[in-house]
Each structure stands twice: as C-alpha cells, then as structure tokens.
C-alpha cells in the first residue's frame, strides 16, 4: 500500500515539475489557502497580528508584512513547523504545526506511506505556507 501512495504522489507533482510558472502559482494557492485555514484567525487576513482572535491571547500574534526586512525568512521555517525550538523565537505560543500536519497527512491516508513521505507531506505545506507569507511582504 505504501508504494501506491509514492506513485500516487509522484504522477501528481510530476505535471508540477513540468511547468515551473503553474508550479509557483499553485504553491501560491495552496500557500493562501493554508494561511487563511491555519493563520489567518491570529495573524489576520493581511498578516498584521491583527486577527479575531488576537484580543484574547496572552501574546499579541507577530506581525508578518515585515519578516524580510528583520531577516527572519531563514528561521520562518522552523518556527511554523515548531518541532524543534528556535533560540530567537522565544517561548512557544503558537501551534506546533509540523505536528498538526503530519497528523492530518496520516489521518487522510488512512496511516498509509513511510515517515519519509509524511514528512515530505508536512515539509510541503509549510513551504506552501511560507510562500504565501512572502506575497503579504510590505516594502
């Protein structure tokens, strides 16, 4: 079953690998659909810490239209997935979302395909995510 879900995954990113231009607007999408599913409600719509639900947090959600210019695009990584600690990033009060999305993967799959390809599955996302961050960048 496992080597279904690795052919599965290959026919569909191979037309992705095909066509660079598709492959970044639908990583785009994927990436914006993620952040209003997962961050929009803390963060707000256009990444200003501004969400529903930041009024009733202990820690006021970060910012997100400035990350270039504090340099923090090289650790955004680490600090959505939050598996591992991220010295700058400080105490932890978002979601561990490298968690929440290897879980999802495994639970949609029926616990089909190797840690590997979850992972894969998870890493994914998060760079999807992290994609869609860099569109709400302000100058």
């Not at 990436?31 to 990444?47: D, I, P």
């Not at 200003?48 to 695009?73: C, M, N, Q, R, V």
């Amino acid at each position: 079953m496992t080597r279904q879900l690795s052919v599965g995954i290959g026919v569909l990113a191979a037309p992705l690998l095909l066509t660079p231009a598709l492959a970044s607007a639908q990583a785009i999408d994927i990436g914006k659909r993620e952040y209003f599913n997962s961050c929009a409600v803390c963060h707000g719509t256009a990444g200003k810490g501004d969400g529903p639900l930041a009024p009733y947090l202990e820690k006021a959600p970060s910012d997100l239209t400035h990350l270039d210019k504090a340099s923090i695009f090289p650790l955004l990584y680490g600090i959505i997935d939050g598996r591992r600690i991220v010295a700058f990033h400080g105490p932890r009060e978002m979601p561990v979302w490298g968690d929440r999305y290897t879980q999802q993967v495994s639970e949609l799959t029926g616990g089909l395909g190797t840690p590997a390809e979850l992972e894969s599955f998870t890493r994914g996302r998060i760079l999807a995510l992290i994609g869609y961050i860099s569109t709400l960048q302000e100058k």
